[in-house]
């Protein structure tokens, strides 16, 4: 009976009913006049959901890198493919957070909301304005290269306590997996089994926590819905919000790859779109890169005509480390929340945002709300309240399927670009 109800009612409905259960109750208490019964008895609830995402950040992120990175294995390979297939990688998802950061930019959805909704909403977070007030003040004070200190630390525990600071976990990360990629195998695979343990119980972590979202979700969107005074407002801006990801994804999915196609691989354009339709559509059903993984090497190999050489090792190595749709859209839904809670952001902080964004891109685990956590990690490493996310859960299932097909279309053109790479070379 349990597993009928499952299938009846997969994660992303309940979030949703979850999602409309806490508009309905944010609503009522507004017009009862009990919107402070909310702030004290069902925002609690969502505020223990955020702090246990954050709880697992650090945790998920650290294991990820390094398994992704150790993964590798054979330093020859990593040397002639590995080296080239990352830079690629990284550069796509430059691209892809760039663009998504210029459409939120651009088309600023956030600020749809009414002005004085922000102006409410900044004084109940007038906190998080004043300390990033502060920082600002004393990033001016610091020199040029401060931002080294903020990137390598000096102790991995402190850096490992403090969710702001993950940028400094994610360098220690990846660090630790390069020193243990240079060494022999028999030496460090002991020390990957154990890693492999960590990342099962870890992303079981994520399943149980991702299990309670819906509740978080409802209590959550009841207390911003109380904040707002029950303003439609913030429904018109969800929305701008929603067609601006779907339109970034789609510049992605219909210009950008086919443009990389045309310039640095002998495949027609118009064949690479024609072939990866089926693989797009998998990977949008499925809302996993690792699940298409079959799917992708099979339509890289046969019908792009991609070595198995490359396809074997660049594609399961994309699936780890390349993540373009979920990076672009990270990007909209940051700016998008910064906006609404009137948050503003200096030119520090987008700098941040799209290190962090891109970095945390190769931690990001391929498990159903996976990217909720690495969201909420990065959203904290720039001062912006995570409560905000529970604006954008409730729509997030649609917007993830379509980037999951941005993602392998992505790795299919790394794919493809490394294997033009490699003939020439020979």
């Known amino acids: 009976m349990t597993n009928e109800k499952k299938k009846r009612f997969p994660l992303y409905i309940q979030i949703l009913i979850g999602m409309a259960i806490g508009i309905i109750g944010g609503i009522v208490a507004v017009k009862t006049g009990n919107a402070p019964f909310i702030k004290d008895w069902i925002q609690p609830w969502g505020q223990l959901f955020i702090r246990l995402l954050q709880l697992i950040a650090i945790p998920l992120v650290f294991i990820s890198l390094v398994k992704g990175v150790a993964g590798l294995k054979d330093i020859s390979k990593f040397s002639r493919l590995g080296g080239k297939t990352i830079l690629i990688y990284l550069c796509t998802t430059v691209v892809a957070v760039a663009l998504g950061m210029s459409m939120g930019l651009l088309v600023k959805p956030g600020n749809l909301v009414e002005r004085e909704q922000v102006l409410h909403l900044q004084e109940n977070y007038q906190s998080v304005v004043e300390q990033k007030q502060e920082e600002a003040t004393e990033t001016q004070q610091k020199g040029p290269l401060h931002f080294l200190n903020d990137f390598v630390p000096n102790n991995i525990i402190q850096a490992a306590g403090d969710n702001s600071r993950i940028l400094q976990v994610v360098f220690f990360a990846l660090f630790f997996g390069v020193a243990a990629l240079a060494l022999p195998s028999q030496t460090v695979d002991p020390v990957l089994k154990i890693f492999d343990g960590l990342n099962e119980i870890i992303l079981q972590m994520v399943e149980y926590v991702i299990n309670v979202a819906p509740i978080g979700v409802a209590a959550l969107m009841a207390a911003l819905i109380a904040d707002f005074g029950g303003n439609a407002s913030i429904f018109s801006a969800l929305g701008v919000y929603a067609l601006t990801v779907i339109a970034a994804l789609f510049i992605l999915l219909i210009g950008f790859y086919p443009l990389l196609i045309k310039l640095f691989t002998n495949i027609p354009a118009r064949k690479f779109i024609r072939c990866m339709y089926p693989v797009q559509l998998f990977g949008f059903t499925t809302s996993s890169s ?10 890289a190999e046969r019908q792009l005509g991609i070595s198995t050489e490359v396809s074997s090792f660049v594609l399961p190595i994309g699936v780890t480390i390349n993540m373009d749709g979920t990076s672009c859209y990270q990007t909209v839904a940051i700016l998008f929340i910064a906006q609404v809670l009137g948050v503003e952001l200096s030119i ?9 964004t891109v970095l945390s891109s190769i931690g990001t685990p391929a498990v159903p709300g996976g990217s909720f956590v690495i969201l909420t990690m990065v959203l904290g490493s720039v001062g912006i309240p995570a409560e905000g996310l529970a604006l954008i859960l409730g729509i997030d ?12 279309t992505g790795d299919a053109t790394v794919a493809a670009i490394v294997d033009k790479s490699n003939t020439d070379n020979r």
């Open 290 to 299: 690792a699940a298409t993984l079959p799917v992708t090497l099979e339509t």
């Open 348 to 356: 520090a902080d987008f700098f941040i945002i799209i290190g962090m």
């Open 397 to 408: 299932r649609p917007l993830d399927m379509l980037r999951t097909s941005v993602n392998v």
